[in-house]
């Protein structure tokens, strides 16, 4: 997203003196010399970098920016852009040329012919065209999950190692981040594990900008305390546009460089003297030498011709005065530029919090597209957990086994939906439908490989269906209601865990079995709400909940067998009448739940572990809104996809709710609520052996008289000292404080939206004094901020009728089958003594990964449990396998990806762990050598980090794995006799 297609160009310039020799037309202009930038000796290097911003979708779908299609939008196609600049580099070896986005090029690079293939391998050998960032798209930063993060960034930097990769082949050592809107710690970590020395962006709080500028501190080292990383890290001058006014491609209607002093629209004077105005403003607020220009923009050069030859004669201008002016113009690269700079430059200060949130004006924080599309941001995270499930069967597949697709079609998808105008809900509603559509036909693909992998593993001789619409209670397979039912569980996590399957039904007339344990089971039936049927008119009557051991990265399997004569199967679970009055409680093994006898409202927790006789805390919830300001005498700022501005300081309370069931059983309860008007609802389950309560919201259609955001909140009695923390991308959590800035000093202007915060996972609220903390861990990205005392907010859904002048043109106003966008999602409440706090960790795991459920309604199953994890040493709960892919390897061999994480970091008490590479796996065969890669798998370990100290406590195949360190390696297995090769 940008605020304008503008291709720009950013060019040092020098007033040019008179210099016959050059034959330039000029002989007799009188161009004084000027001062050389005060602060700076001797030259300063200019590192000219020609550059496109290719949006992975935004106005447009990714196949109508590729192709250029729908010109009313915008004029042009990113083919094109390719075509021409390979020409112009082709012409010229003097010129240089970066690209980022791989989703395009590699589409590009797949029509060419041997002979361009080749040519393009030269630019890349010879520097003229490099890679930076080198991901699949450019990814948001406050909306993605890491898993998400390291995928996209594989995808598009193995793509490009396998094409280009050879003894001279140098793989991109720059994150090239200028459009997202913020930047997390996280990613800044993330991207030095990968091999990134570099990071760049364009975007920063105005006031921080500001700062930064005054005190030429554009330039720092990023730390990660937690990860033990660093990153220099360059912030943009004037985003990464050019001047006004100098933009030479075909979409600018800037003029272009004229130097014929006959010509009535001769110019090059006062372009000249215009642009070194500028650019010794620039020069004074950046320490080194060298200073980078970025000469492009949004879907630039389309015309590479054009504008490189009007480039060409401003540098040719500029470089004729080097000596008299200070400043010498290259063609350069960032990866040039940042290694000019640390040869150059003294120390730098260091940075370890984050920049969020990003805001451009007093009254214009992006803080409104933490949320904004709610339901495609669920989409999003709930493939995620598809295709990690996808990838852990294919690598478990046998030669033999048959599998019904490939997950190359969704690593795509989720590559593209992870760009920063895809998952952050920003791009046309068109667009998003586009997003949404390449992840269903994605999802459509794995669901075939992970029904057929797993009726191969379980030799299961019917056909095994997956039901994409279990949270809507609808699922094809069971609607029949005249057959048995086989149920195959998968659990992607490499700890056993147990987990509550819900499995919707039309009647209750079936006995569950346990396949594993060749025993019944309990089984608890309870029926739909009126919630779940307006979401979803074809939902079925009833869902059957069982409790289900599941093994490591493995399935369990059992089956609901159909009771033709309906004796013994268990009655459909009733709502008990409640007593106005009395409080209702909720008691689990680990809770007490108290909750308003007329409303269903939540009113207190006790955690009976905590302390000697547990500890009880209030802790309520209400459901708000905040008016989306339409613009007013301070600021004509509307609220819309990027931005959030509340009309008021506080939000409007949306009522009390009405409790309509209490549906008490043995393994969970449940507690139906509805809010007035009848477009919230909401369901908590308190479950019988569960650290945590679930609370399921259902927020929708909103009403269309005005712009509404809506947040849940909860209030505790917990002192929280105006802090609470977030997570960065699902990783490290962060410290925030109410109306502060850790390193600079923040003029509040916009209360609520300056402290809104984005969370991938969970925030966490926490009394020292007590000991208690309160996390809420969400199933995808949301806002929230602690405005109080005790208190944390979520908005879960926005509707808004204006375009908040970002771009977009569009206003957030989401419809689905004619009426406004419904949205359902979960928290998870974990309350606990500070000394538990850990745990939300191992909790936060089961959440992301959720059981992956096919169904058969036909055949004999075999196999009844199956598990990949075959170590004889159990797992620790803070073990995390990210990655688990087979990938191509030489005959008789078999080669995965493995990714492996330390969930827990030391400030949380995390330890080393040890794993055996050689005992871990079971399918493949005998393990005959690994080799260790950055974390994106492009690059040898060797690259990235100093390769003794990453290694000195492993020993042979056991490595270690420090708190919170993720490593990347390739297994290799030998499948029969014949010697490795790897």
Not at 633 to 643: E, L, R, T
Not at 903 to 918: F, H, M, Q, W, Y
Request: charged letters at 20%.
């Amino acid at each position: 997203m940008k605020l304008s297609v503008l291709c720009l160009v950013l060019v040092w310039t020098v007033v040019i003196a008179d210099e016959p020799d050059i034959d330039i037309n000029h002989a007799n202009i009188d161009i004084p010399s000027r001062e050389k930038v005060p602060g700076h000796k001797g030259t300063i290097t200019v590192h000219v970098v020609p550059h496109t911003h290719d949006d992975v979708g935004w106005l447009k779908t990714v196949d109508q920016y590729y192709y250029g299609s729908r010109d009313d939008i915008y004029k042009g196609g990113v083919q094109y852009i390719i075509d021409t600049v390979i020409e112009q580099l082709v012409k010229d070896p003097k010129k240089k040329f970066i690209y980022v986005e791989v989703a395009f090029f590699k589409r590009w690079w797949e029509e060419q012919d041997k002979e361009t293939r080749q040519q393009v391998k030269n630019l890349v050998t010879g520097g003229q065209l490099e890679f930076i960032n080198g991901g699949y798209c450019m990814n948001d930063e406050a909306s993605v999950h890491y898993t998400a993060t390291i995928d996209q960034m594989s995808e598009g930097l193995v793509w490009l190692k396998e094409q280009f990769g050879g003894p001279h082949y140098n793989p991109p050592t720059i994150a090239w981040q200028i459009d997202p809107f913020g930047h997390s710690s996280a990613h800044a970590a993330l991207s030095a594990q990968m091999g990134m020395k570099g990071l760049f962006f364009a975007r920063m709080h105005y006031q921080d900008y500001d700062k930064r500028k005054k005190n030429k501190d554009l330039e720092y080292k990023w730390l990660s305390v937690e990860s033990d990383t660093s990153v220099f890290t360059h912030v943009m001058w004037d985003m990464y546009w050019a001047p006004s006014g100098f933009c030479f491609d075909t979409n600018c209607r800037d003029a272009p460089m004229v130097t014929n002093k006959n010509s009535p629209e001769f110019n090059v004077y006062q372009r000249v003297q215009d642009m070194v105005d500028y650019l010794e403003n620039q020069a004074s607020h950046y320490r080194s030498g060298n200073i980078m220009l970025t000469m492009g923009g949004d879907f630039c050069y389309q015309n590479a011709h054009k504008y490189f030859k009007n480039l060409d004669i401003l540098m040719e201008y500029i470089n004729a005065n080097t000596t008299a002016n200070g400043f010498k113009m290259i063609y350069s690269t960032p990866s040039q530029y940042m290694d000019a700079v640390l040869k150059s430059i003294g120390a730098l200060q260091n940075k370890t919090d984050d920049l969020f949130p990003y805001a451009d004006g007093p009254h214009s924080y992006w803080t409104g597209y933490f949320t904004s599309r709610p339901a495609l941001k669920g989409y999003v995270r709930d493939c995620n957990n598809v295709l990690q499930v996808c990838k852990h069967v294919e690598a478990a597949a046998g030669v033999e086994d048959k599998l019904g697709g490939s997950s190359e079609l969704l690593r795509l998808a989720m590559g593209v939906s992870q760009h920063h105008d895809a998952v952050s809900g920003t791009s046309k509603q068109h667009v998003a439908n586009d997003y949404a559509r390449r992840l269903a036909a994605g999802q459509t693909e794995c669901e075939n490989v992970i029904t057929s992998g797993l009726k191969a593993k379980a030799v299961y001789t019917g056909k095994l269906e997956a039901c994409r619409l279990l949270n809507e209670s609808y699922c094809e397979v069971t609607q029949d209601g005249n057959r048995s039912l086989s149920i195959v569980v998968y659990n992607a996590r490499v700890t056993p865990r147990v987990e509550y399957i819900r499995i919707p039904l039309t009647h209750p007339h079936y006995h569950g079995y346990n396949l594993v344990t060749q025993q019944y089971m309990q089984i608890e039936y309870i029926k739909v709400s009126p919630a779940t049927r307006a979401l979803n008119p074809n939902a079925l009557p009833l869902e059957a909940v069982f409790r289900a051991e599941l093994p490591p990265l493995g399935f369990a399997s059992f089956q609901l067998k159909l009771s033709l004569n309906y004796l013994g199967s268990s009655p459909v679970l009733r709502s008990v009448p409640v007593y106005y009055g009395e409080d209702l409680m909720v008691e689990s093994k680990i809770y007490k739940v108290y909750f308003d006898s007329r409303t269903g409202a939540m009113k207190m927790i006790t955690n009976k572990l905590a302390g000697l006789s547990g500890r009880t805390d209030k802790v309520t919830q209400r459901f708000m809104e905040y008016s989306s300001s339409t613009g007013d005498k301070v600021d004509k700022q509307p609220s819309g996809a990027y931005i959030f501005r509340p009309l008021n300081d506080s939000p409007d309370d949306l009522g009390d709710p009405v409790l309509t069931d209490y549906i008490p059983g043995e393994q969970f309860t449940e507690i139906w609520q509805t809010f007035p008007d009848g477009w919230i609802s909401q369901v908590t389950r308190v479950y019988n052996d569960k650290f945590y309560i679930e609370v399921e919201w259902t927020v929708g259609p909103i009403p269309l008289d005005h712009g509404r955001e809506i947040i849940t909140r909860y209030d505790t009695s917990l002192s929280t000292n105006k802090t609470f923390y977030t997570d960065s991308n699902g990783r490290e959590l962060v410290k925030r404080v109410l109306n502060k800035q850790p390193t600079w000093d923040l003029n509040v202007t916009e209360p609520i939206a300056g402290n809104y915060y984005p969370v991938n996972t969970r925030a966490t609220i926490v009394d020292s004094t007590k000991g208690m903390q309160l996390t809420v861990l969400t199933d995808r990205s949301q806002g929230a901020a602690s405005l109080a005392e005790g208190q944390v907010e979520f908005m879960v859904h926005r509707r808004i009728l204006k375009d908040d002048y970002r771009g977009v043109a569009e206003p957030l106003n989401e419809t689905a089958n004619g009426h406004g966008l419904i949205a359902r999602g979960k928290h998870w409440l974990f309350y606990s003594d500070t000394m538990s706090y850990h745990m939300h960790r191992d909790i936060g795991l089961d959440m992301f990964y959720k059981p992956s459920v096919v169904i058969g309604n036909e055949g004999e199953l075999e196999v009844p449990t199956w598990n990949f994890y075959k170590s004889s040493t159990p797992a620790s709960e803070y073990l995390n396998v990210v990655t688990l892919q087979k990938i191509p390897s030489a005959e008789n061999t078999t080669a995965l990806l493995v990714r492996l994480e330390n969930t827990l970091p030391a400030s949380e008490g995390g330890k080393p762990i040890s794993v055996r590479l050689d005992d871990m796996f079971g399918t493949p065969g005998k393990l005959k050598g690994y080799q260790e890669l950055g974390l994106a798998a492009d690059r040898d370990i060797a690259k990235v980090v100093d390769y003794k100290s990453h290694t000195q406590y492993d020993d042979a195949d056991t490595i270690t794995l420090q708190p919170f360190q993720i490593r990347t390696f390739v297994l290799n297995f030998v499948t029969n006799e014949t010697e490795n090769t790897f």
